[in-house]
């Protein structure tokens, strides 16, 4: 011990040398083990197995003495791994192609894929949520085209491994195992196990070893599965351990014993007997290699990250993945168990999934394990047992006798449930099922199909609802969720693998397997369910995943695999009890839609929503609707109808008893109050039933329509309900979970049924690329039926319906003011083993259901067009399937049972049975007292003599005769007498129903309060009883006169009649038409009442005639082709309404049927109109529908011009005085009277109106967007404009550099800060302040180009009293703003809503100020300057005085704009109008970069800019009267007379090295407002004087010596010219007075502006001039439009912008054609205010002399400054987002030198930044909102790296705004969920662009949140 010690202190290298030398030569391993006893002592737990030092002892053991980096360069030159097995963690980007991927789990890194070749491949990149290992290599997983260089079988072979280089590895490895053992063995107690759940931190050194051995490749995997592998080497290690410490060797002892105890602490599967022999599944747990131990420690700390990635970093070595996928199968049942008692389940679970994914999706191995470790009875086991610890008593109830439920069910309340703890044994389950081999095997196995039913049947009915009925749940439980996930997940998923499997006749022999297998499981679970009768009408459950797989096998016998139905259905009685289950959740869909389940609260109505979503509907509602169909062909078809209809609670609404709706129970006891049905609910229920029958006759998804074709149908459907992007039409395609999408032809579908539309923007909207349906698709492809099962609402088959009717009219063909009906599709031929199906079609129960529904119809109002035209489907249907004989007739007699629909008709052919007439109905009579209401239960307690009893017996009857013809469910309160005021009322509220909107809410108002009359005439007249006898005699009279009419029509309201087909008896001929045969035969019935009859006298072609007639537009009657004069034939699909339907479809069977036919004709010449007379004419009594609708519309014409009229008159009398006081301020103008507009006779004017038109409203005038007053602004009340104020750098972005700059994308690129406007502006500034006063350079030169304050405005304005009143309010209620800093002065447009923080007052105008505006008479220039000069020498008082409101509202707009300012050189000013001025400056050049640098309007973007610069200069200049005369008079007389002045503060910056734009917005904002016309020429003309000497100088320094020297001889001779200075004659001048000082040497000292060369011309000169001038005239151009609202000429030449600009600026007019030299136009503008010029440039030259005598290189640097810059561009991007994504993802940012967890690049300058991480976080701001500031001055623009979508911070507010990348179908990929590749949008790029200039992100960009990266 004592050596091994002195060899701890010795130098490692050396001796781990000297012991490799050793080992080689066969001697020295009991020295490497007493070294490693000591050095990895397994007596103390903790210091040692974290000591770095020991650690480091073992890297040099295993190498050998070298460094251990050189060691493992070594070993990595063996790597003859073929897999790259790279194991990453979740949050890994990772990328998976469908094209190359075999297995659906395939995956692979991103230096595999790019170093692959997938391009064209259906690729897309993904964040791993699980973790997982790079399948690059592995040719079960993936084709081995996509494999990189480096990985895959065909990889060359390394040479063989030196015998040593991994001696020391040999021995070294087994104990770091084996002591890593050691340590998960001591930290076992019952006690301590929570703590080390999750993570080992103090294995954290020896697992990192153990990591970095394994990325040496396969050679280092080699040895570690060998000694992982190897039973000897456990078994020596840990039962024959040998140690020469005592201590040693009795801890290894202890924690063996702990070991053992801690192996029985796992549960496992709780199986029956013969199950226990399965490895995984048996209580004894054995483990024989290191290997087999550390998998159990794994499972018993629920996979510590690091061991789990250990453990698959091994994977790659083949030697190693079987014995591992053993050992990990062997555990299986155990972990598996675990999953419900784990603390973190989620990360448990996808920590197994990370495992298994990469063992079971090799088909091969999974199949070795199933044959050898059973694997499926493994997993099947195993999920069973967790999901029964959930398991409760079936609640579900039948109607019949109470009988024990024995069904035990899944509870969703449980946690296992709750926390998806079955989700990672489905997982592999499904995963397995995809391998063909497995699944061979789990069909042939009866015991596995066996434990597979059962474990289905757990899932039937689970999660039960029942209808609350008294009062509303108090707690809405969310288990629904947890019960559809279940069934998607646990049930469907492995279900549509195992079917992928039976797709031809080879599997036959599966199919039937499943499908006995199912049909036992399913007897059982009825026989434990012990239902008898139907089920509880109350209760519905959504979940019957046991049906439903037998459904989609019996599908893929019949279809798939040419078997028939009956062998695989044993009985129909069993059809009858299973078909009572998917009925019924298909009639509770329909109670829920309609309301009826409202008490059980929202989360019913996300069930039923959540039923037929795309995600679950392939696997629940398509199966259900098959199993109807196979149902309906099984069972007798009048029964099954009957079914349908008695689920749906609709079967008793078909009665003709009048008493129906009196008597129906409403509060009820046991299940009849289940059953009640309001008239709204019966009308949806109704509707409910018959779309059922359609979509069981229509839907093809299981009855043999192809993929390509149900595809098709799938995308048709959505792009019929809304127009949908790529993204939507993939997702909401059904899918068959756990199946990746084959649509292998989607594209082709889709490029075949839709049109694709760019994206585009549009009203400010971002659109994205979407699909819409061809115009074709409506007339051939849009199937109603379809579409209304995959709506999930009302209202998407709505969206269908309208888009329907849009596309018609568009085409021409339809224009009627009605909707037209759905076009349903004809019927498709169907397979033999579906034909039965056409049968319900032909089922006399139909016919009658359908007879019903008409009679109705036609003789009331109740039955919504719905129905109609489900009606009118089944018939059309009925006609093409009919079959052309029957059976032998049945008599029938003339009186028809009612609801005995099977006797109504004698046989099932449709085409006898539409001319069949039902003559009358025998009704049930119920005793005397059936009335209910409180007239007839006074009646009956008055019977006491005969004649109340005689009287009471005439009132029944009568209602017994009239009932039906008042409501189709009689009810006694619902009958009236109406006279004939009242009839007309009716017709013309039913005439306004065709009107627009205002007039349907007026007619329904009308109806109300006459429905509401006639009850309360009724019920006085009935309860007087003296107006009984009156009624009788009417309604006999009434019925006496109609009932032995065949062609009577309907009279509203009293008794229906009908039509009697010519050669048949009168059937009234039996019943009284008197009333004492009435009162005989009701005194009958009371004393024994078996029934009464009820008078029908129809036919269902009797009952279309009738309908046609009432649906039909201009109430025409039918007339057969030959008749009608629009007879000629359609061309295309057929469009149109109810009565076209009709029409056509009586047409068809007049075809088809002799009798129709002959019936028709009769009916046809009957109402053949007569010559002259139409048959709206012939048809109609009084006026015309059409007469109607127009004097409706004319009486709510009047009625609005009152309403009109009368809004006027308050309006007068609220103006009144406004208008007093004006008239009486100012004399009234003479004017034009203004013409009157030409809708001006439709609504009637006040006179003070008209005179109001008569005159144009004054400009000065102002609308208060609160309090709604309009009037001019005052001094006392003085209005404001909304404005909102924000600091800006925009301007300071803007480059000389005319290429905008990239993005870099490589180290090797960088951006270039040259240039810029903001460095330029500071620069000139400093230079300078260095030079001259400090004061006066403020005026000389603008500043705020980073930082100032931007102004913008909505363009509304308010008083400022009701601001004030506004803001405060939103003060106190400050709570309900929280998205507004309301202290900060924030609040929203009371209009408009935009965001604003000020108000800029609006200057009051007087009469002084008007005067000043006018336009005097034409003067001389030098006239107008000595007035200006004169104006600003005198300081001048505020017109409305210090203490008006207006001067204190603009002292705090004032103060606002020092508020919002973000700029250094302005905080550090002591001149405010300087200041003022700098601001005023800033908004009109960003006017011009809105511009796009040039006075032209851009196109193409919605966010238009609403200027507001004339009222802030006119709020200037209040600033100018108090205190900033003296500056402005020196100015003024620097630029007209040469020289300052003495007042101080004087001003010694030389004027030739000013700013002209700056002079000139000060010099016009020191002018009085509003400003004359001339004054503002004549400052332009100065100052512009000024510019040219400038531009001539500048250009001058640009010449070479000898060419400066030509020019300056060159105009000498006309220097004195003083009428027209010339180019020569000025630049002469300059040359010759700047040449007396060194301001010329040097010539390139600077790069300027104007091109250096060695000749130039006067074109050359006269082109430089021009540009140096243009960015002035640009703006003082704008400058005019802004102060006389004048439109500027747009430039359509860059050549001539600026002669348009001088001749807008009145600077000089076009030269003529004929004049020399007409391009020298510059100088022609120069009109100079002094009368000697030549004597100004001298004082302005000599000015620049004295400073260049002090400092020539810094004055030229002054001078040489160039003003002409590129409006400011954001960074060009690359094309490709993935090239971004790379780079910068692990692009290191410049502060933090670390990777950032959120990368964000700024769009404006380039910089990374860590968004909102803590790393770079300084003063209590996030890098991001910091750079903001820096960058853009509060406004920063970002794009987010990880999820490709641009960040906008504004302030303290964040918006993420929409994506500037779009994959190839024009869509967003936010967050990167697709992973598509994605591409730049140039268009939404320049939008954001221009957005950023124009200062519109607060505006157009929505969804702003606090970010809290400011305090």
């Known amino acids: 011990m004592a050596t091994v010690m002195d060899k701890l202190k010795g130098d490692k290298r050396r001796i781990a040398a000297q012991m490799k030398a050793d080992i080689a030569r066969g001697v020295g391993q009991n020295q490497v083990n007493e ?130 280089l991994l001696p020391m590895a040999e021995i070294i490895i087994p104990r770091l195992v084996f002591r890593l053992l050691l340590y998960l063995r001591g930290q076992y107690e019952h006690e301590m196990v929570q703590t080390y759940l999750v993570s080992i931190p103090d294995a954290e050194p020896l697992l990192g070893l153990l990591h970095e051995l394994c990325k040496m490749g396969g050679a280092m995997r080699a040895v570690m599965t060998r000694s992982l592998t190897n039973p000897q080497v456990y078994k020596s290690l840990t039962k024959e351990f040998t140690s020469s410490s005592k201590e040693q060797k009795a801890f290894v002892e202890r924690t063996q014993i702990q070991y053992e105890s801690a192996v029985d602490t796992l549960s496992i599967p709780d199986v029956r007997g013969d199950l226990q022999k399965i490895p995984s599944l048996s209580r004894k747990l054995s483990h024989k290699t290191f290997l087999d131990e550390l998998v159990f420690w794994t499972v018993k700390f629920e996979f510590p990250q690091k061991i789990v990635t250990f453990l698959l970093n091994m994977l790659p070595d083949n030697n190693y993945k079987e014995p591992f996928t053993e050992t990990f199968v062997q555990h299986y049942g155990r972990m598996a168990m675990s999953l419900s008692n784990a603390m973190e389940s989620d990360k448990l679970a996808n920590r197994v999934v990370h495992i298994s994914v990469q063992l079971f999706s090799n ?185 439903r797989n037998f459904a989609l096998f019996l599908s893929m016998a019949v279809i798939k695999q040419e078997m028939t139905l009956n062998e695989f259905i044993p009985s129909n009685f069993f059809m009858e009890q299973l078909l009572v289950f998917p009925l019924q959740i298909q009639a509770m869909l329909s109670e829920i839609f309609c309301g009826m389940w409202v008490r059980n609260g929202v989360q019913i109505k996300c069930q039923a929503m959540t039923y037929v979503q795309c995600h679950f509907c392939a696997s629940m509602a398509d199966l259900d609707i098959f199993f109807l169909q196979v149902c309906a062909i099984r069972l007798n078809p009048d029964k099954f109808v009957s079914m349908v209809m008695d689920r749906f609670k609709t079967l008793k609404w078909f009665t003709f008893d009048p008493d129906y709706s009196i008597n129906q129970d409403v509060s009820g006891s046991g299940f009849a109050k289940y059953c009640f049905l309001d008239p709204e609910q019966e009308k949806a229920m109704l509707e409910g039933a018959l779309r059922l029958l359609l979509t069981l006759l229509v839907i ?101 319906m309208d888009r329907y009717t849009s596309a018609m009219k568009h085409a021409g063909k339809w224009s009627g003011s009605r909707d037209p009906w759905p076009p349903f599709q004809p019927l498709t031929p169907a397979r033999p083993a579906f034909k039965g199906l056409h049968e319900l079609l032909h089922t006399k129960t139909l016919h009658g259901i359908i007879f019903n529904i008409f009679f109705k119809a036609v003789n009331t109002q109740s039955i919504s067009d719905t129905t109609l035209y489900f009606c009118m489907a089944l018939l059309d249907m009925a006609i093409q399937t009919a079959p052309e004989s029957g059976p032998n007739k049945q008599s029938t007699s003339e009186v028809v049972k009612d609801l005995d629909f099977i006797h109504w008709f004698p046989d099932h052919l449709i085409l006898d049975n539409l001319v069949h007439p039902i003559v009358a109905v025998e009704v049930p009579c119920k005793p005397p007292a059936v009335p209910s209401s409180g007239r007839t239960s006074k009646a009956k307690s008055a019977v006491t003599n005969t004649d109340n009893l005689l009287e009471q017996i005439l009132t029944e009857e009568i209602f017994s005769l009239a009932g039906p013809a008042l409501g189709g469910t009689v009810q006694f309160e619902t009958v009236a007498v109406m006279d004939s005021s009242d009839e007309e ?386 003060k106190r209620n400050e709570f309900q703003s929280p998205h507004l800093k309301v202290k900060k002065g924030e609040y929203e447009c009371p209009l408009c809503r935009q965001l604003a923080n000020s108000v800029m007052p609006c200057m009051p105008k007087t009469t002084e100020e008007s005067s000043q505006a006018l336009v005097l008479a034409q003067r001389c220039h030098t006239e107008i300057v000595k007035e200006i000069s004169r104006i600003v020498s005198l300081p001048q008082l505020p017109l409305y005085g210090m203490v008006t409101k207006y001067m204190s509202a603009v002292d705090v707009f004032c103060q606002d704009i020092t508020r919002e ?197 006067p074109q050359t000169v006269e082109t430089s001039v021009e540009q140096y001038c243009l960015p002035f005239l640009r703006c003082a151009a704008l400058l005019q439009h802004h102060i006389f609202k ?60 004295k400073v260049v005598k002090r400092n020539p290189r810094k004055t030229k640097s002054l001078l040489l400054y160039s003003p002409i810059f590129f409006p400011p561009r954001l960074l060009q991007l690359p094309k490709c987002y993935d090239v971004i994504f790379r780079y910068y993802r692990v692009k290191k940012c410049q502060a933090c030198c670390s990777v950032p967890s959120r990368p964000a690049i700024c769009l404006v300058c380039g910089t990374l930044v860590c968004l909102r991480s803590t790393c770079c976080q300084m003063q209590n701001l996030w890098e991001g909102v910091q750079h903001s500031i820096t960058c853009g001055a509060g406004t920063g623009i970002f794009l987010d790296v990880n999820y490709s979508s641009t960040l906008i911070i504004r302030g303290e507010r964040m918006c993420r705004w929409a994506s500037v990348y779009l994959d190839s179908h024009g869509e967003e990929d936010q967050e990167l969920r697709r992973g598509k590749p994605l591409y730049l949008c140039q268009k939404r790029y320049q939008f954001l662009e221009h957005l950023w200039k124009s200062h519109g992100l607060n505006h157009m960009c929505k969804g702003w949140n606090w970010h809290g990266g400011m305090q």
């Open 363 to 547: 088909e091969d191995l999974a199949f070795k394990m199933t044959q050898d470790m059973q694997l499926m009875h493994v997993l099947i086991c195993s999920v069973s047992s967790l999901v029964k610890k959930s398991l409760i008593d079936n609640p579900m109830t039948g109607q019949g006798i109470s009988m024990p439920n024995r069904h035990r069910v899944i509870d969703c309340e449980q946690m296992v449930m709750k926390k998806h703890c079955y989700w990672p044994i489905i997982s592999d389950l499904t995963n397995v099922l995809s391998h063909k081999a497995v699944v061979q095997k789990f069909f042939t196995d009866p015991l596995l199909l066996s434990l597979w039913t059962k474990f289905l049947s757990y899932f039937m009915s689970m999660n039960l609802n029942t209808r609350q009925m008294k009062q509303h749940v108090e707690f809405e439980p969310n288990t629904y969720s947890v019960a559809f996930s279940a069934e998607l997940e646990a049930c469907a998923a492995p279900m549509w693998q195992l079917a992928l499997h039976c797709k031809d006749s080879t599997s036959q022999k599966y199919t039937r397997a499943m499908l006995k297998s199912s049909c036992e499981a399913l007897r059982e679970w009825l026989a434990v369910l012990n239902m008898r009768g139907m089920p509880h009408p109350g209760q519905v459950s959504f979940h019957l995943p046991l049906l």
């Open 700 to 800: 093809k998804t299981h009855r043999g329509a192809t993929d390509e074709e149900l595809l098709r149908e799938e995308i048709v459907s959505l792009l019929c309900m809304h127009d949908c992007t790529h993204s939507q039409l993939t997702d909401h395609v059904p899918e068959k979970t756990g199946l990746v999408s084959a649509h292998d032809n989607f594209e082709q579908v889709l490029s075949e049924v839709s049109n694709y539309h760019d994206p585009l923007s549009e009203n400010g909207g971002l659109q994205q690329g979407h699909y819409r349906p061809k115009p074709s698709v409506w007339f051939t492809e849009f199937n109603p039926v379809h579409v209304m099962l995959r709506a999930m609402q009302r209202k998407d088959f709505q969206s269908a």
């Open 1686 to 1745: 004048e439109d500027i000429l747009p430039c359509s030449h860059d050549d001539i912008e600026f002669e348009i600009l001088a001749n807008y600026l009145n600077l000089c007019t076009l030269p003529p054609r004929d004049e020399k030299q007409q391009s020298l136009y510059s100088a022609r503008c120069v009109q100079f205010a002094h009368e000697k010029p030549s004597e100004l440039i001298s004082l302005w030259c000599k000015q620049l002399i």
């Open 35 to 164: 070294l490693l006893d000591v050095i990895l002592n397994p007596d103390n737990t903790t210091p040692v197995i974290d000591d770095w030092d020991s650690i480091e002892w073992c890297r040099y053991l295993i190498s050998g003495g070298k460094h251990f980096d050189d060691f493992t360069k070594s070993v990595r030159q063996f790597d003859d791994a073929t897999t790259c097995g790279l194991v990453w963690t979740s949050n890994f980007v990772a990328y998976r192609c469908r094209t190359c991927g075999i297995s659906p789990c395939m995956s692979i890194c991103a230096e595999c894929f790019h170093a692959g070749d997938h391009e064209g491949h259906d690729f897309n990149m993904f964040r791993s949520q699980a973790g997982g290992a790079c399948d690059c290599g592995d040719p079960s997983v993936m084709r081995g085209e996509g494999f990189c260089s480096l990985h895959g079988p065909n990889k060359p072979r390394r040479h063989s491994i030196p015998s040593d």
């Open 1461 to 1657: 300012e973000r700029c250094k050189e302005i905080s550090t000013m002591s001149e405010p109008f300087a200041e003022l001025c700098s601001t005023a400056r800033l908004n009109l050049e960003m006017d011009l970069v809105v511009q796009g640098g040039k006075l032209v309007a851009p196109t193409g973007f919605p966010f238009k800019r609403k200027s507001c610069l004339g009222t802030l200069l006119e709020v200037i200049n209040q600033i100018t009267r108090i205190s900033c005369f003296g500056p402005l008079t020196q100015l003024w007389s620097l630029l007209t007379n040469g020289e300052v002045g003495e007042s101080a503060p004087k001003i010694d910056v030389p004027a030739l090295l000013m700013d002209p734009v700056a002079l000139l917005v000060e010099l016009v904002i020191a002018l009085p407002q509003p400003l004359a016309r001339e004054h503002f020429c004549s400052v332009v003309r100065v100052v512009y004087s000024l510019l040219y000497i400038q531009a001539l100088a500048v250009v001058s320094c640009r010449f070479p010596a000898e060419e400066r020297e030509a020019w300056r001889q060159s105009g000498k001779s006309t220097q004195g010219n003083v009428t027209q200075p010339n180019l020569d004659s000025l630049l002469s001048q300059v040359i010759g007075i700047l040449s007396l000082t060194k301001l010329y040497e040097d010539p390139h000292m600077f790069e300027g502006l104007a091109i250096c060369q060695s000749i130039w011309s």
């Open 985 to 1370: 009322e009716e017709e013309m509220d039913h005439a306004e129903v065709e009107g627009d909107d205002n007039e349907e809410e007026l007619e329904e108002e009308e109806e109300e309060e006459d429905d509401d009359d006639g009850v309360a005439e009724m019920e006085i007249i009935h309860e007087t009883g003296v107006s009984t006898h009156s009624m009788i005699d009417a309604i006999i009279d009434e019925m006496s006169t109609h009932v032995y009419d065949n062609e009577s029509e309907i009279e509203e309201g009293l008794v229906f009649t009908s039509t009697i087909p010519h050669g048949s008896d009168s059937p009234m001929k039996d019943i009284p038409s008197t009333s004492e045969g009435a009162s005989a035969s009701t005194a009958s019935k009371i004393l024994d009442p078996p029934s009464k009859t009820i008078p029908v006298n129809e036919s269902i072609i009797t009952l279309l005639l009738k309908l046609y007639t009432r649906l039909s537009e201009k109430n025409a009657t039918y007339s057969l082709p030959s008749y009608r004069s629009d007879s000629v034939r359609r061309v295309g699909p057929f469009v149109g309404g109810g009565s076209e339907y009709i029409q056509r479809f009586l047409d068809k069977v007049a075809g088809m049927h002799e009798g129709i036919k002959n019936m028709l004709e009769e009916y046809s010449r009957k109402h053949l109109p007569s010559s002259g007379t139409s048959q709206v004419e012939s048809t109609s009594d009084g006026d015309s529908a059409e007469d109607r609708r127009k004097k409706a519309r004319e009486a709510q014409r009047k009625l609005f011009a009152k309403l009109a009229q009368e809004q006027m008159k308050f309006l007068e009398m609220t103006d009144e005085p406004d208008v007093v006081d004006e008239e009486e301020e100012e004399p009234k103008p003479v004017e034009e009277p203004v013409p009157e507009p030409a809708d001006s006779t439709d609504r009637p004017e006040s006179p003070s109106k008209k005179q109001a038109m008569e005159k144009e409203t004054p400009k000065d005038h102002y609308d208060c967007v609160i309090c709604g007053q309009s009037g001019p602004s005052t001094a006392d009340k003085p209005y404001g404009r909304i404005v909102l104020l924000q600091a800006s750098s925009v301007l300071g972005h803007q480059s000389q550099i005319s290429e905008p700059q990239q993005l870099p994308i490589n180290d090797q690129q960088e951006l270039s800060k040259a240039g810029k406007c903001y460095e330029q502006q500071t620069e000139r500034l400093h230079e300078l302040q260095e030079c001259f006063d400090q004061g006066g350079c403020y005026y000389a030169v603008s500043v705020g180009w980073q930082g100032g304050v931007h102004i913008q405005t909505c363009g509304h304005t308010l008083h400022l009293d009701c601001h004030d009143s506004y803001v405060k309010s939103l």
